[in-house]
């Protein structure tokens, strides 16, 4: 109601149908109040009903539309409707048509057999009348007419009662070679009943020397009656006289012609032209043999009779004139009859009998069976065709309600699967996507988790290395750490020993990823206790081999350069264990300003190989002078083997190349110049490994 409030009041269409219904109102009951609608009050009236009409359409319209989505809405109703548009409809369609055309048939097969059978009458009645005029022709005199005619008139009792006879007086010029004489008629001879009127007493001037057969008109009161009269001459040249035959259409002729050819007559409609030749007024004959009472057609005896047996009501169109005028005019008799009478006619033949049938029932019969066959295949294509469309809806539906819970966030729902067709295979790979997809809503939950945790452990690997500006009195120190995975196994370090001196370190653990970090981790806390115990490098890394690689897996070491920077001696103490080599480079005025490579010999942390006795004989110290201006570059292997997407590495040459040709750049110039020029050659290749770099430079 709320809706419906809103959209009289809110639309244009709704408010002119509002005001429509007002001013109507208005106007009726003025109206009823006796005030005449002119003038102005009927230009508002006239307003009233466009503004209703409008309104109206409109609602009328949208209210289709919402009945048509509503319905159309479920895919099953769409199947439904369109199978029964394409399968249903066509075929009650052809059905009726085959119905109205048998019944057009039956209609124009019974108008011809009672348009047939009275045509008969008429030559019936022609015949009557010219026999009857050469009979009389080869009479002696007019005095033997009156016998001859009534013996003529005798044998046509016994066929019909109600024929009549009369030999009336008539002058007509036939010309032609004269083929004898006429005797002359003085009276009017008539011979039988002429019950229906009189007989004529002169022939009318219209009738000529062919005579005339047909239906006439006559008046009878205020109604108008239809015989067959046929009108002959003698055939003389100039005959004198003229024989006429009447044969009134009583309820006795309507009973013969009913049994003929099972057509009922009913009641008659004559149309006479005037004298322009045009139809007349309608004049209704009230009943065939003139009793009011017996006009209508009898109700059948049997109203439960079947479909072929119920009477079936039409017309019949004969041809006829006025008999005093001469005017054409049209006589309209309807008749009744049975499809199964009909047919009966049409088709009996004696000779071929079936038991109790002829063949044309026979046929009838099997038409039937054919027909109620069709039938019952029309009932099961309709059955069958709704069985498949509740199928196909019930399985979308089904798909509809599991994606509804899918959206809802149910990955829980399974479609129940009855049959094992294209739905049901559909069914069940929406079951298996649901259980793939609540699988990886799991797992990614998981993953989520995982990297959660993954990046707290990154944040906390982070915090392990040194923060802030890395800067003391008479050294400068940059870093930067890029682990290829969420943690990593580089370590850099700067380790305070004593108010003029400082450990660096940058280890490498093989391998990346977790394993990588956890090892890392244990080595920072192993260096931050053994840097406070020794002053040298090569007894710092000989104690902590020592000390690791009793708990290091076999499959795993670690890399390490450990160096002293001595700022009172103006010296750089370093032991390198398997680790990249340390690039050097003088400062302005040092002499040469070519990189150095400082590799001291040296293996590898963890190694089981013995007791460490071949990791203490193989590590060597190397003590360096130091200046101001002096550069050192400190790297893991990420840095110089970065590959691109051909496979080539960065390499230890354009490394040292760089350091060599831009030393002189702020240590965090020279830092973003190196990753800069690495990423350039890399390109898209994805990073392999952890990549970790510390610059040291000394101040004068």
Known sequence: MSRLRDWLTGTFAGRALLAGLLIKSATLTLAAAGVPLTGMLG?????????????????????????????????????????????????????????????????????????SRIRALVDQTAFLAQTAALELQRSPGADAFAETLARRQAGAFERHPDTSYAVIAAERACGGNPRGTSAAVRDVLVAGPWSHLAAPGALPEWVTCAGYAGLIVYP???ASRVAVRAVAFPPVAAPRYAVLVDLPLTRAIAEELRGDTGVELGDTTTL??????????????????????????????????????RPREWVVFLDSVDWDSGRPGTVTMAIRTTIADIYDRISATPVAQIGNFNFGQVLLILLGVVGGLFLVIQIVALGMGLGLARSITGSVHELFTGTERVRQGDFTHKISIRTRDQFGELADSFNSMTASVEELLQQKAEKERLEQELRIAREIQMSLLPQGPLRMPGLVLTAHCEPAREVGGDYYDVLPIDDHRLGILIADVAGKGTSAALYMAELKGLILALSQLHRSPRQLLIDANRIISRHLDRRSFITITYAVADLEARTLTHARAGHCPLLYRQGE??????????????????????????????????????AGGDLFVLYTDGITEAMNAAGDCFGDQRLGALVEEHGDLPSDELRERILREIRSFVGGAPQQDDMTMLLMRVEA
């Not at 942390?605 to 360096?624: A, K, P, R, Y």
């Open 272 to 309: 006479i032209a005037d004298e322009r030749g045009d139809p007349g007024n309608p004049d209704i004959t009230v009943d065939i043999g003139g009793n009011p009472s017996e006009a209508a057609f009898p109700p059948p005896a049997d109203t439960r009779a079947g479909m072929l047996r």
């Open 220 to 222: 009878d009161g205020t």
């Open 589 to 626: 005025g040092n002499g040469e300003r070519r990189v150095r490579v400082l590799c001291p010999d040296g293996l590898v942390l963890g190694l089981q190989i013995d007791n460490g006795d071949m990791f203490t004989s193989l590590l060597e110290e190397v003590t360096v002078p130091i």
């Open 43 to 115: 230009l508002i009236d006239a307003c009233g009903g466009i503004a209703l009409l409008v309104g109206a359409s409109v609602w009328a319209y949208r209210l289709f539309v919402a009945a048509k989505r509503r319905l159309l809405w479920r895919v099953r109703r769409k199947l439904t409707l369109s199978y029964i548009f394409i399968g249903v409809v066509p075929a009650l369609l052809i059905i009726c048509f085959f119905l109205l055309a048998g019944l057009l048939l039956f209609f124009n097969v019974s108008s011809y057999l009672m348009q």
